[in-house]
């Protein structure tokens, strides 16, 4: 049983660029959940996809966006990069929008330079 | 406002010796409480979960959490440290009364010496 995968595992871009994250949820779960985590600090809440809409969104500016696919895959898009958006960026996958616990993703470091 | 705290930046153990990690929080409901696990450059594991129930829950890698309603604390605890047990560690909370939304403590850097 696969658990929850991110791609790419590294990546890097210039500051005014775009740039798409993919997760693949753990087996059999239908919510995904994405965070921003800066080096040294806990996870900070970005959005969280349940049947393919926006359910919650945390304090991060619309540059920040989404998508759920029907198979409860989820893309996190990012646009107007700042060097501030260099983090790593954790998915986690959950049933019944996250009611119990998350399973998480090794994540995508994403480095603005 | 929901929130949680991790008073302590780092804990130092000896390998043998027991360790607590300590968590308080705040939420206007009920609280589920959960502890994560983050190795370097990896993403974070799922140790236990409070929902309901006993205080004392058991969780992955010998490791259990007291839930404490008085004291609004969910402190991490292991009878006897592993090296392997050093990595950083996060305390988190949801109000079960409103959304489902995980509120994270700042981690604590877990260190044990052989």
């Known amino acids: 049983d696969a658990g929850v995968t991110q791609s790419p595992t590294h990546l890097i871009k210039t500051r005014g660029q775009q740039v798409t994250l993919r997760c693949s949820p753990k087996s059999g779960h239908d919510t995904v959940s994405w965070y921003q985590q800066a080096l040294g600090q806990g996870p900070q809440f970005i959005f969280q996809y349940y049947e393919e809409e926006e359910r919650q969104r945390g304090n991060f500016p619309d540059r920040f966006s989404g998508h759920q696919f029907p198979n409860y895959s989820s893309e996190l898009n990012v646009n107007a990069l700042l060097l501030g958006d260099s983090a790593l960026y954790l998915c986690?996958?959950?049933?019944?929008?996250?009611?119990?616990?998350?399973?998480f993703g090794p994540g995508t470091r994403l480095t603005v330079t | 406002a929901q929130s949680v705290a991790q008073p302590e930046d780092q804990v130092n153990v000896a390998e043998g010796n027991p360790l607590t990690v300590k968590c308080t929080y705040s939420?206007?409901?009920?609280?589920?409480l959960f502890w994560y696990v983050q190795y370097p450059n990896r993403g974070l594991q799922f140790l236990l979960k409070y929902i309901t129930g006993d205080n004392l829950v058991k969780g992955s890698y010998g490791f259990e959490a007291e839930f404490n309603k008085s004291q609004t604390s969910f402190h991490l605890k292991k009878p006897s440290a592993l090296v392997s047990d050093s990595a950083l560690y996060f305390c988190a909370v949801r109000d079960m009364d409103s959304n489902y939304q995980l509120i994270w403590g700042a981690g604590t850097k877990l260190i044990i010496k052989p």
């Open positions: 986690a996958s959950s049933l019944v929008q996250g009611r119990y616990e998350q399973y």
């Open positions: 939420v206007s409901g009920n609280p589920y």
